[in-house]
């Protein structure tokens, strides 16, 4: 899907000092456009998804993955996408296998802005940890803090609103590969996992950087991708620390240029160890 326009991912608003009180002039800025995208399999609603009307396409991609409902970008056969003033709709067709399995999956949801876990049933449909991943040579440190230091000047629509969150594909040497960003943390991973499943990332050439909390879903969605590390700006919640340990995912979290927190993750098992 080729980019959207600049209008479509952020609109004017009128605004004024509050603090200067009535005399203060009115004067526009930028704020993030919040659009209904509905993603459909085989011609059928599937979620309704509050997302950044732009990349829906790879946002499509990247959630059927993490949704399970994918194994590999191969299992499609076609994508549709069309964005209108209000909406969003992208219609994704599917192998025979990969349709029969997902209409014989009973599942209803319906979205919200940062919303991961909406529309499960009960605690059975918490999704289960997928397998765990091959060790992979850890991350140096001066590449984390490489990718943290270069994250905010790689988020153009951040700049100009200052109301959404990026996920980053990062080199092994810490440059940033490619970004997607959108009103919702989960969205903007899963727009960064359909642009990867695209080209074709092998997962072991490098990590993913968030701009967000690093909560279960997030983990989740990592781990489905294959990635072996995932860092984060903020703390890791007690869930997805115990997911990423599930999933053998080093997880780096309250990163800084300067200094980062190994929650999970090979190094911390020696460390374990050696202290044991």
């Not at 009128?14 to 004067?27: E, H, K, M, S």
């Not at 067709?93 to 529309?119: I, Y």
């Not at 153009?156 to 990062?170: F, G």
């Amino acid at each position: 899907m080729p980019p959207s326009d600049a209008a479509s991912v952020a609109a004017a608003a009128c605004v004024y000092r509050y603090d200067a009180g009535l005399t203060g002039p009115v004067f526009t800025r930028e704020i993030a456009v919040e659009t209904p995208i509905e993603i459909a399999f085989g011609g059928a609603p599937f979620a309704v998804m509050m997302a950044t009307p732009e990349d829906i396409e790879e946002f499509a991609i990247g959630f059927a993955l993490t949704e399970g409902i994918i194994e590999s970008v191969e299992d499609i056969r076609a994508i549709e996408a069309l964005v209108e003033e209000e909406s969003g709709r992208v219609n994704v067709t599917l192998s025979g296998e990969r349709m029969g399995a997902h209409l014989a999956r009973k599942r209803a949801m319906s979205g919200r802005t940062g919303c991961g876990l909406c529309g499960i049933e009960d605690l059975e449909h918490l999704p289960a940890p997928r397998r765990r991943m091959s060790a992979t040579p850890p991350i140096a440190p001066r590449a984390i803090g490489a990718a943290i230091a270069a994250l905010e000047s790689s988020q153009p629509l951040n700049a100009r609103t200052r109301a959404v969150h990026a996920a980053a594909w990062c080199g092994r040497d810490g440059a940033i590969r490619a970004v997607r960003e959108d009103v919702g943390r989960h969205n903007a991973l899963d727009k960064l996992i359909g642009a990867l499943l695209r080209e074709k990332v092998d997962p072991a050439d490098g990590f993913i950087l968030i701009s967000s909390r690093c909560s279960f879903e997030m983990v989740a969605k990592a781990a489905a991708f294959g990635a072996g590390t995932l860092v984060s700006v903020s703390a890791p919640t007690s869930l997805a620390l115990r997911r990423a340990e599930e999933n053998g995912l080093t997880l780096i979290a309250i990163a800084r240029p300067d200094q980062a927190l190994g929650f999970s993750g090979a190094a911390l098992d020696a460390r374990r160890g050696t202290a044991a």
